[in-house]
């Protein structure tokens, strides 16, 4: 038997005024979910356990069966790991952000205007020669989504995700101790922000970007710090095999953490334009050598932080007609057993474009899952699914057969 989880990073949402009450995925055509749901069992999980913020750290440990409360030190380190980068003990990695900031120093958007990895890597380059040293490095990533190492720094910080805050003034969210011995350290990371605000507006690649009508990386944000993870594998803890897909280093970073292979694909974007089709069929290439794959799709996450229905709304019908349905056509066409699980790992409501921690709906499809009363995929219809409310593990158990 074969085991795919496909996720659509922060897919749910909440009703929306403009789509007549309905929320995204009750407004979308997506006939190839509502199958699943249809031909499988449906319930609801919470991903995200009460202290722990609702990011999709903790959201997609959850989902992959770890518990992010004993093991979540923050997204950068993990997107390090996907990057290839060797963390030592002791030092603090963070998230490095590319972000807009307005004429008033409020949080325009946490992307720099959707910025690309060409350019962003130019401007880390320069980043690095500037504020770079024995104690402080950046390693650029995807698009606007960089990584930050620190020597000598305290962990225990208080950091706000850029896209929760969008509108605010960044001089209220600025980074604040936990304890007394970590003050040093937030002064320290504040005032490297502050003078990346002064820098950053006259490099040739954000003076390109202002002169095309773009918005400009003209600061960068630093959150989600932590050390070096330990965590199980895949292979020790359930026996199986795996490979992860996803344009997103914080999950190929998961998934190294979890031995599981990254299987990079041409034109995986994690933005609207990604390459589904080559997801689809990176997909079924993997199954041939393992046992599980996750399949991450980040584009309806992005829209909704956009604060965007329509654009929500597009990305769910093409992960439902350009991943989805060309999968069910290739399992069904090589024979190849196979149980899905279709879930999204958090909201991300339309209406606050951040990420919220209620429980999220899933559907599970294959031998062995004997439909329920769901008709279709959707937050209200899988509540009423036969699993009800499940938590923490119960979810990638189920799937994989190992409930008992």
Not at 21 to 38: I, Q, S, V, Y
Not at 189 to 208: A, F, G, M, S, Y
Not at 348 to 357: C, D, G, N
Request: proline content about 5%.
């Amino acid at each position: 038997m074969k085991y795919i989880i496909i996720l659509g990073d922060g897919m749910a949402d909440h009703p929306v005024a403009e789509l007549g009450g309905l929320t995204p995925l009750e407004a979308a055509r997506k006939p190839c979910m509502d199958h699943l749901a249809r031909e499988g069992c449906c319930g609801m999980l919470e991903t995200v356990p009460e202290g722990v913020m609702p990011g999709s750290e903790a959201a997609n440990l959850s989902v992959m069966g770890y518990n992010p409360a004993e093991i979540l030190q923050g997204r950068g380190v993990l997107e390090a790991a996907s990057m290839g980068l060797q963390i030592k003990e002791g030092e603090l990695v963070m998230r490095c952000n590319l972000i807009c900031l307005d004429e008033e120093k409020r949080l325009k958007n946490h992307s720099a205007g959707h910025i690309s990895s060409e350019e962003s890597a130019l401007i880390l380059h320069d980043l690095q020669k500037e504020f770079g040293n024995e104690q402080f490095s950046f390693h650029p990533g995807v698009s606007y989504r960089h990584v930050f190492i620190g020597k000598g720094l305290d962990a225990r910080i208080k950091c706000a995700p850029p896209h929760d805050y969008l509108g605010e003034f960044a001089e209220n969210l600025r980074i604040t101790a936990l304890c007394e011995e970590s003050k040093k350290t937030a002064e320290i990371l504040n005032h490297l922000t502050i003078q990346t605000q002064r820098w950053l507006p006259e490099h040739p690649v954000n003076r390109k970007r202002v002169a095309n009508g773009k918005d400009c990386a003209n600061s960068i944000w630093l959150w989600s710090g932590g050390y070096k993870p330990t965590m199980w594998t895949y292979q020790e803890h359930f026996g199986i095999s795996g490979a992860v897909i996803s344009a997103v280093d914080l999950i190929r970073g998961i998934g190294v953490y979890a031995g599981l292979k990254v299987i990079p694909v041409k034109g995986a974007t994690g933005l609207y334009d990604t390459n589904y089709e080559g997801k689809a069929a990176a997909c079924l290439d993997a199954l041939k050598e393992h046992d599980f794959v996750y399949l991450h799709v980040e584009a309806p996450d992005e829209a909704g932080h956009e604060g965007d229905a329509a654009l929500k709304i597009q990305t769910i019908e093409d992960l439902d007609s350009r991943l989805i349905s060309p999968l069910l056509k290739g399992l069904k066409e090589s024979q190849t057993e196979a149980v899905i699980g279709l879930l999204p790992d958090h909201p991300t409501p339309i209406s606050t474009r951040a990420h919220t921690r209620e429980p999220i709906p899933f559907a599970i499809w294959g031998p062995g899952f004997e439909p329920d009363s769901v008709n279709a995929y959707s937050e209200t219809l899988c509540s009423k699914g036969r699993y009800g409310l499940l938590k923490g593990d119960q979810f990638i158990k189920l799937l994989l057969g190992k409930t008992k």
